[in-house]
């Protein structure tokens, strides 16, 4: 059975759901905080005296997110293994028997899930100092906004504090910077970091019990809306590891004793991964390659194209962006019109999805609902 990123896709939703709803208790705790006594003269004084309780209250929405985050981490991680392992065995049992199929039962799963999860809760560990220091810092600057406008007789305070929560709301807890320079916001970068973690540990589970059954070359299927980073690499053969760069090696066959083959291979698969192959939201998949005996398999028909499904990503990111704007919205006129938004999204997703035939996620359009009884 091949695998791809996609077999643990859904297994990312447990993690990054927990930083996305933890994120909207954080703008509904700040946004009630500031909206109690609102049009009271002595309303910035009331505010500032009340700084060290919304800061207590960040710190519990912090900490139930800390204490259910690493559980959530590790059994994400834990079934992605598992099932990276599974798909190597099925694949295995059909195509291989005898000593090789004894080899690949037999690799220890528990290092390596617990050094995938030590990998992301690092990774993912700034992200609650940064919601407190985000947290306190919009309080503040909601609280000098609001004060100052009235004076300079551009617009009320209720105006001026509904203005910078919706900023807020837009942009969430920013500040994450990945490798690459990329800045992204907290839910969009625990997402991000999560499903590639989940998806390395179902790709590497499986190439662990291909080389524990001694299966040195995969190959990678040739997928409908591929995108351009992946596109080079449909239908070749690589190296499970070793040097990059092409080449042709000379194998014994899969199935006959004493007889050799010369296989071309474009690189390998360490190669293919650092250029982008595989990433998250990748169409492709790997699988054993037996020389001699693995023929092409046909390319499936495309649904849509790549571009028209990043275009549904981003429609899917603007329904729960107006969510979060009526988490944030300090009366009920802001609210109605941010849930007539969510609406309105949500029928270009449904007019997209009935042109294309793309299937609709709805769980990329909800905030965190699995996981919003931990942060309350």
């Not at 906004?145 to 900023?167: H, I, M, V, W, Y």
Request: with cysteine; aromatic share 4%.
């Amino acid at each position: 059975m091949p695998v791809s990123p996609a077999m643990a896709e859904n297994l990312a939703v447990a993690v990054s759901s927990l930083y996305e709803e933890a994120e909207l208790a954080l703008i509904e705790r700040i946004t009630r905080a500031l909206a109690v006594d609102l049009d009271s003269p002595r309303w910035a004084e009331l505010k500032l005296a009340a700084t060290n309780n919304l800061r207590a209250a960040i710190e519990e929405i912090i900490a139930a997110l800390q204490a259910d985050a690493s559980g959530a981490i590790h059994q994400a991680l834990a079934d992605a293994y598992d099932r990276g392992q599974q798909a190597a065995v099925a694949e295995l049992g059909a195509l291989a028997a005898g000593p090789a199929l004894a080899a690949a039962e037999t690799v220890p799963a528990a290092a390596a899930v617990d050094r995938l999860a030590a990998a992301l809760v690092q990774e993912t560990g700034p992200a609650h100092l940064r919601m407190l220091r985000t947290g306190l810092d919009v309080y503040r600057e909601v609280i000098a906004q609001a004060s100052s406008a009235p004076l300079l007789g551009a617009t009320t305070r209720r105006e001026a504090a509904g203005r910078a929560l919706a900023k807020f709301a837009d942009r969430g807890v920013t500040g994450f910077i990945d490798r690459t320079g990329r800045a992204w916001n907290l839910t969009s970068y625990v997402e991000m970091a999560t499903r590639s973690a989940v998806g390395r540990a179902a790709v590497e589970a499986h190439t662990d019990r291909l080389a524990a059954a001694r299966v040195d070359l995969v190959v990678v299927s040739d997928a409908p809306e591929e995108c351009d980073r992946c596109k080079p690499w449909e239908g070749k053969v690589l190296r499970r590891v070793g040097p990059p760069g092409p080449g042709t090696v000379e194998v014994e066959h899969a199935i006959e004793d004493g007889r050799t083959v010369e296989v071309r291979v474009a690189g390998s698969l360490p190669e293919a991964r650092a250029a982008g192959l595989l990433h998250p939201n990748c169409r492709h998949d790997v699988s054993a390659y037996l020389p001699g005996v693995t023929r092409p398999r046909p390319k499936p028909p495309a649904r849509a194209s790549y571009e028209q499904t990043q275009e549904q990503r981003r429609l899917e990111r603007q329904v729960r962006a107006w969510k979060r704007r009526a988490a944030a919205a300090v009366d009920d006129a802001a609210r109605v019109k941010a849930n007539a938004k969510v609406r309105a999204y949500q029928g270009r997703i449904r007019e997209l999805v009935a042109e294309t035939g793309l299937p609709r996620k709805s769980h990329r359009e909800q905030i965190g609902a699995p996981a919003r009884s931990a942060v309350r």
